[in-house]
């Protein structure tokens, strides 16, 4: 049926205009029932001459101006009331006003759902005005006035998951015919954005039957007491406190410490061991080492080392007696001071840090970092955007290098 007052459409049972609130022609099929929303509850336009003539406030479900769906009465005063209502011909994304328009599901200008109209506050006012309004008009004697009512602030978005990829080589370089390093990497992650992942190099001291027994039992003793403390926690959903990490990687150094030296002295040998270990969880890193294994990270900000060698060469670096591009070729910088095993308790160091979105965790033992140097490592890390071909081809940078040690790395790859 046509509204006589603006020309309209409005279905056939309606007794108001949907659009001007003006009354529509009677007719047999006003007499009907209006059909049901869903729920049960009734769609009618009341009948807005009526309570325009009358004192009585405007009863939800009331469209005022063809435009806006009264939802409640907010507060009354005795010269004004204050409804809350829905704005049904603006745009709740863009603020596009519908004049003329037919309503669709989605605005035309940006596309936004048209499901939830924009709230606001409608001030039926007699004596006065308010002092700042959007929109009025006046009907019935009445006086209204428009107030936009902003909508709340969406919660930022949570973090996106960080996602770990890794790569590992190894090769026992070209002076010797074993290998006594070891190494371990292991990621965990679930539906809930749960991401952890534990990564371990290892540099053995003490021929093939005291390096390789040390390197490895240094890993196991340190990932079992990891697990223990604080992997099996983070799978659960409660991961601890950054400072209790960090006391958890040194507890675990300390523990594969206990476990090289009893071995060490049962066997009456000189094995022992370096360690550079790394517990990630999300983008939290925390590191820790004993020896001249090495933890880097690597993002937009360069290549820089976490780590600080427990040797001989680092000690003359850091007195001033020595340039830190003369360690590579020292005649004793292979000498170590601290190292797993060789004594019967041991403080390792321990950092933090943060893993940032494409960054990179680099770890490696000496045999890489000697034969490649830093600008070598970061010459392939911006080269190889994959963290297993990266590893492959550091390690074949070593051996052309020379190959002179044992080469282990590891190379995690962060992802958003």
């Known amino acids: 049926m046509d509204c006589t007052a603006?020309?309209?459409?409005?279905?056939?049972?309606?007794?108001?205009?949907?659009?001007?609130?003006?009354?529509?022609?009677?007719?047999a099929e006003q007499e009907q029932p209006a059909p049901p929303r869903e729920g049960g509850a009734v769609t009618r336009k009341l009948d807005l001459a009526d309570l325009l003539e009358s004192d009585a406030p405007l009863e939800p479900g009331t469209w005022l101006d063809g435009r806006y769906e009264i939802t409640a009465l907010q507060e009354t005063s005795p010269d004004s009331r204050t409804y809350e209502a829905l704005d049904r011909a603006r745009c709740p994304g863009c603020g596009h006003v519908f004049e003329g328009e037919e309503p669709t599901a989605y605005c035309?200008?940006?596309?936004?759902?048209?499901?939830?109209?924009?709230?606001?506050?409608?001030?039926?006012?007699?004596?006065?005005r308010p002092q700042t309004y959007d929109l009025h008009w006046q009907r019935g004697g009445r006086d209204y006035y428009v107030i936009a009512v902003p909508e709340p602030e969406q919660p930022a978005p949570a973090p996106a998951t960080l996602r770990l990829a890794f790569g590992s080589?190894?090769?026992p370089g070209y002076h010797y015919g074993h290998n006594e390093d070891s190494l371990d990497a292991r990621l965990y992650a679930d539906h809930l954005g749960t991401s952890l992942g534990f990564f371990v190099v290892a540099d053995g001291v003490g021929g093939q039957q005291g390096g390789e027994v040390a390197s490895r039992l240094a890993i196991a003793a340190v990932w079992d007491r990891l697990y223990?403390?604080?992997?099996?926690?983070?799978?659960?959903?409660?991961?601890?406190?950054d400072e209790a990490?960090?006391?958890?990687?040194?507890?675990?150094?300390?523990?594969?410490?206990?476990?090289v030296y009893a071995q060490r002295t049962a066997q009456a040998s000189e094995m022992s061991t370096t360690l550079t270990v790394a517990l990630t969880m999300g983008r939290k890193v925390f590191v820790g080492n004993v020896g001249d294994s090495r933890a880097y990270l690597f993002d937009s900000e360069g290549l820089r080392r976490i780590t600080q060698d427990h040797s001989l060469v680092q000690r003359m670096v850091d007195a001033g007696e020595l340039k830190p591009e003369e360690v590579y070729t020292h005649p004793r910088?292979?000498?170590?001071?601290?190292?797993?095993?060789?004594?019967?308790?041991?403080t390792g160091d321990t950092f933090a840090a943060e893993l940032a979105t494409d960054g990179r965790l680099v770890l490696c033992s000496d045999g890489?970092?000697?034969?490649?140097?830093?600008?070598?490592?970061?010459?392939?890390?911006?080269?190889?955007?994959d963290p297993q071909i990266a590893a492959d081809r550091l390690v074949q940078n070593a051996l052309l290098a020379g190959g002179e040690?044992?080469?282990?790395?590891?190379i995690v790859q962060a992802k958003g």
């Open 6 to 27: 603006c020309g309209r459409e409005n279905r056939s049972s309606a007794s108001y205009c949907a659009w001007c609130g003006e009354r529509l022609s009677a007719t």
């Open 108 to 128: 035309q200008e940006c596309g936004a759902s048209l499901a939830r109209p924009p709230r606001v506050i409608i001030v039926e006012y007699l004596v006065r």
């Open 169 to 171: 080589a190894t090769h």
């Open 228 to 241: 223990h403390d604080v992997w099996q926690a983070a799978m659960l959903g409660s991961p601890p406190e």
């Open 245 to 259: 990490c960090e006391e958890a990687i040194g507890a675990a150094i300390a523990a594969a410490n206990e476990t």
């Open 333 to 346: 910088r292979n000498v170590i001071y601290r190292s797993i095993g060789d004594r019967p308790r041991l």
């Open 368 to 385: 890489l970092w000697e034969m490649v140097r830093e600008d070598g490592l970061e010459e392939v890390l911006l080269a190889e955007p």
């Open 405 to 410: 040690d044992n080469i282990s790395v590891i």
